[in-house]
Structure formats: structure tokens, C-alpha cells
């Protein structure tokens, strides 16, 4: 069955950098997009950006842009986003989903907290 | 950037009535729009895709409809476990966007 599962929570302090890992299973991971989404306290769903595991292409939302990377290792199917320069605006629950064109983001990870606190 | 704005914020009804939850963009998406349900603490759940597909799984009370600008989620009567926010989301273009959220709450 496809499972996506992602990296524990963890706490950082301000102008750290965090990296959290989803690792895909059950499914051929280069034919399917790997979606970010996160959740702040309180607040809605924020969509963080894509990335192709077949060719890594990516796309990242402009608010992040200069601040996250997105990559994919193929050997391991697991999937990574690193957010840098956190301040207390990035604290939120990280969530990565398998992508398809044809039928969306279909299967979502558990959610990964990340704190940031000084 | 395509904008999506929903309404009402707070639909406030009870076990077995009608939900009807409007989304609206800014320029037409045509029918790149999926509706999520979201709990709290759990993962997004992709209830309908394309604007009108039910994703796998999903209970045929909800239905959704509209293309262009204008979107409606339909849960035809809601079941106890229906009360939770529900989002819609664009992908016509990068970047894609969510909507801010409407939370459907027992009156």
C-alpha cells in the first residue's frame, strides 16, 4: 500500500535549518510529484512547493523561495525539504503528499512539527 | 498570483442538513480545483479533484461543482464526523494556492 512517512518533530532556535525527510513506499516513486504543504498554529493550509522525483525539477512559492530547497534521493525514495533562516513564522506542521496530475495529491505523510524558539 | 477566497468562514449547522461551501477565484482556474477536509492534527484529505471527481474512497454526499471562477462543495447531509475545516486549492499555474478555509461547525 502506498505510505509516505515522515521525520520526527524537532525544535530550532532562530536562523537555524531544518530538514525533513519522506520516505514513499508502495508505489513507483519517479512516476509521481512530491508536494509541501504546512500548517502554522491557528492558520490555514499553505502550499510550499513541488518537485519531480524523475527529473527534480522544482518549484517553490515565492514566499520561500530564496529559503528552501527541495530534493529527492531515488536510491532511498525518500523525499526532503530544508527550510533555512527559520524565525518563529516557520513554526508549523510540515506535510508532504504524492502528486499526480491526473488525480492530485492523493496520499499525505503524518506531519512533521517543527518549533522554532529561541 | 490566482487568489482563492471562501465563504462563509463558519457554517454553523446540524447532523443530517445540507452543506453548501462556496470557493472563488481570482481569474479562472477552469477546473483545476480540489476541495480538502482538514482535522486537527491529521493530514489533509483530498475529497474531490478536478473540480467535480470524487477522489478514492470518498462518500458520495459530497459532491462538487462549477469551473471558471466559481466553485461549490456540496456534503449532502453531514455525518458527525463531517464537522472539520475544509480548504480548496488551485493548480491552473504556479504557484499554486489555498483557499483560507471554511469550518463547518455543530449548531
Known amino acids: 500500500q502506498v505510505q509516505l512517512v515522515q521525520s520526527g518533530a524537532e525544535v530550532k532556535k532562530p536562523g537555524a535549518s531544518v530538514k525533513i525527510s519522506c520516505k514513499a513506499s508502495g508505489y513507483t516513486f519517479t512516476k509521481y510529484g512530491i508536494t509541501w504543504v504546512r500548517q502554522a498554529p491557528g492558520q490555514g493550509l499553505e502550499w510550499m512547493g513541488w518537485?519531480?522525483?524523475?527529473?527534480?525539477?522544482?518549484y517553490s512559492a515565492q514566499k520561500i523561495k530564496g529559503r528552501v530547497t527541495l530534493t529527492t534521493d531515488t536510491s532511498t525514495t525518500t523525499a526532503y525539504m530544508e527550510l533555512r533562516s527559520l524565525t518563529s513564522d516557520d513554526t508549523a506542521l510540515y506535510f508532504c503528499?504524492?502528486?499526480?496530475?491526473?488525480?492530485?495529491?492523493?496520499?499525505w505523510g503524518q506531519g512533521t512539527l517543527v518549533t522554532v524558539s529561541s | 498570483e490566482i487568489v482563492l477566497t471562501q465563504s462563509p468562514a463558519t457554517l454553523s449547522l446540524s447532523p443530517g442538513e445540507r452543506a453548501t461551501l462556496s470557493c472563488r477565484a481570482s481569474q479562472s482556474v477552469s477546473t483545476y480545483l480540489a476541495w480538502y477536509q482538514l482535522k486537527p492534527g491529521q493530514a489533509p484529505r483530498l475529497l474531490i479533484y478536478n473540480a467535480s471527481n470524487r477522489a478514492t474512497g470518498i462518500p458520495v454526499r459530497f459532491s462538487g461543482s462549477g469551473s471558471g471562477t466559481d466553485f461549490a462543495l456540496t456534503i449532502s447531509s453531514l455525518e458527525p464526523e463531517d464537522f472539520a475545516v475544509y480548504y480548496c486549492q488551485h493548480r491552473f499555474n504556479w504557484p499554486e494556492a489555498f483557499g483560507p478555509g471554511t469550518k463547518v461547525e455543530v449548531k
Open positions: 503528499a504524492r502528486d499526480d496530475s491526473s488525480t492530485w495529491t492523493d496520499y
Open positions: 518537485i519531480s522525483p524523475y527529473n527534480g525539477y522544482t
